[in-house]
């Protein structure tokens, strides 16, 4: 995958290049950069790029703390609730 394919607008290099930057700050810029990669690119796909590119070197970034907890697998949420409407007195 290209670099540039995997950080659209640059916001994850930036973010490696923002002397005493915080992993908050790191979050923040980590959900911006989901929202700007296209449909069809693997968000996980693109991280692990990003951090073999940017992060290899920089384990003990935010940044590389940051993108590795994003290439984790999502938990797949659980169904919740039952009948809507339905009162506890049984109306």
Not at 8 to 37: H, Q
Not at 80 to 89: F, V
Request: glycine share 10%; charged share 25%.
């Amino acid at each position: 995958m290209e670099l540039s394919e995997a950080d659209p607008k640059g916001l994850v290099r930036e973010s490696y290049a923002i002397e005493g930057i915080t992993a908050p700050e790191c979050r923040s810029i980590f959900l911006d950069w989901a929202l700007s990669i296209g449909p069809a690119t693997d968000p996980a796909e693109a991280a692990r790029a990003l951090l073999a590119h940017y992060g290899m070197n920089r384990m003990d970034h935010p940044m590389s703390t940051v993108l590795t907890q994003g290439m984790a697998p999502r938990a797949t949420p659980a169904r919740r609730g039952g009948r809507m409407g339905r009162l506890a007195d049984g109306r």
